[in-house]
């Protein structure tokens, strides 16, 4: 069994800085996709970055510029390094991985459990 756990939520100051971490472990023979979405408050969860095996990354329009995701193959580790951070990243901030764990017919999503980001003005 994969297992992906979060670190880093807490309460930040607008225009302030987070710095979240999400490690995964288990059976795991690859990790392709790793990525990070979040829930605000009566909103549906969004994919706010993502980052491939070959390092491309993608950002929603409104933490471009401010947050950067950046993974560690040998850690099995991604993270997202959140700047100039706003009230309105308020939220649940999970961390996923597309994984072919050992008893994995195929790849799948993998979820952690998530942590929260307050953002105070």
């Known amino acids: 069994q994969v297992q992906l756990v979060e670190s880093g939520g807490g309460l930040g100051q607008a225009g302030g800085s987070l710095r979240l971490s999400c490690s995964a472990s288990?059976?795991?023979?690859?990790?392709?996709?790793m990525g990070w979405y979040r829930q605000a408050p009566g909103l549906q969860r969004e994919l706010v970055a993502s980052?491939?095996?070959?390092?491309?990354?993608n950002y929603i329009d409104a933490v471009k510029g401010r947050f950067t995701i950046s993974r560690d193959n040998a850690k099995k580790s991604v993270y997202l390094q959140m700047n100039s951070l706003k009230p309105e990243d308020t939220g649940v901030y999970f961390c996923?991985?597309?994984?072919?764990?050992?008893?994995?017919?195929?790849?799948?999503?993998?979820w952690g459990r998530g942590t929260q980001v307050t953002v105070s003005s």
């Open positions: 996923n991985m597309n994984v072919k764990g050992l008893r994995d017919v195929f790849a799948r999503s993998y």
């Open positions: 288990g059976n795991i023979l690859r990790i392709n996709d």
């Open positions: 980052i491939s095996s070959d390092d491309t990354t």
